[in-house]
């Protein structure tokens, strides 16, 4: 059975960090790509960052040179390093691995 399991949010003051983990078992982690999505409240979901199976990056324009997506294949999990934060990235935060997903992790933004 597939699980994607994730931590790391919680809240966060304007221009600080938080690193998102999103631990994979039950499937070969280092073959698919991954992704890091986040639903702000009353939005939609939107992609914000995608790491392929040959470690090419992209990433939304608002989250550009701010935020890092990265994965370690030896524990199976993947990361969201968050720098510079800010109101604005408050939402629940999600990691995506083929048509499987994390159980949402809350970042709030706040002073």
């Known amino acids: 059975q597939v699980q994607l399991v994730e931590s790391g949010g919680g809240l966060v003051q304007p221009g600080g960090s938080l690193r998102l983990s999103c631990a994979a078992s039950g499937m070969i982690f280092s073959m698919n790509a991954m992704n890091w999505y986040r639903q702000a409240p009353g939005k939609q979901r939107e992609l914000i960052a995608t790491?392929?199976?040959?470690?090419?990056?992209k990433y939304a324009d608002s989250v550009k040179g701010r935020f890092t997506i990265s994965g370690d294949n030896a524990k199976n999990t993947m990361y969201l390093q968050m720098n510079s934060l800010k109101p604005e990235d408050t939402a629940v935060y999600y990691c995506?691995?083929?048509?499987?997903w994390g159980q949402g992790t809350l970042v709030t933004v706040s002073e």
């Open positions: 995506n691995i083929l048509w499987y």
């Open positions: 790491m392929t199976a040959g470690s090419n990056t």
